[in-house]
């Protein structure tokens, strides 16, 4: 993946355990980040064909995630040890949850 933003552009790197699975398996996805530290917070989100993207959960190093209404429930799980790293899980897989899942770390600015 490559991750483009206003003021900062850097290497993100995903790897995707397979391009299909089957029904009822569970799918893990990782992520990681170069920018650094300063980049704790991660967004996951998928994008269905001919939908726009949505927003699953956000993540912070150690606390729990803050999942969207429509991912709160126990399918989904994701790790987030450190600023670096972070883990979705998505359980017992069904027809609706294809897509193409990306992360995205993020920094927050005040100015």
């Given at each position: 993946?490559?991750?483009?933003s206003?003021r900062f552009c850097?290497n993100?790197?995903g790897?995707m355990?397979?391009?299909t699975?089957?029904?009822?398996?569970?799918a893990?996805?990782?992520c990681s980040?170069?920018?650094?530290?300063?980049?704790?917070?991660m967004?996951?989100?998928r994008q269905?064909c001919?939908?726009n993207?949505?927003?699953?959960?956000?993540?912070?190093?150690k606390?729990?995630p803050?999942f969207?209404?429509?991912?709160?429930?126990?399918?989904f799980?994701?790790t987030?040890?450190d600023a670096?790293?972070g883990?979705l899980?998505?359980g017992?897989?069904?027809?609706?949850?294809?897509?193409?899942?990306?992360c995205?770390?993020?920094?927050y600015w005040?100015?």
């Amino acid at each position: 993946f490559l991750f483009f933003s206003q003021r900062f552009c850097g290497n993100l790197k995903g790897r995707m355990p397979q391009c299909t699975a089957a029904t009822r398996e569970n799918a893990t996805i990782e992520c990681s980040q170069t920018y650094g530290d300063a980049y704790f917070q991660m967004y996951w989100y998928r994008q269905r064909c001919g939908e726009n993207m949505r927003q699953i959960v956000f993540t912070i190093p150690k606390s729990p995630p803050d999942f969207e209404a429509d991912f709160k429930n126990e399918r989904f799980q994701t790790t987030k040890p450190d600023a670096a790293s972070g883990t979705l899980i998505v359980g017992k897989l069904e027809p609706g949850d294809s897509g193409v899942y990306f992360c995205a770390p993020y920094v927050y600015w005040e100015d």
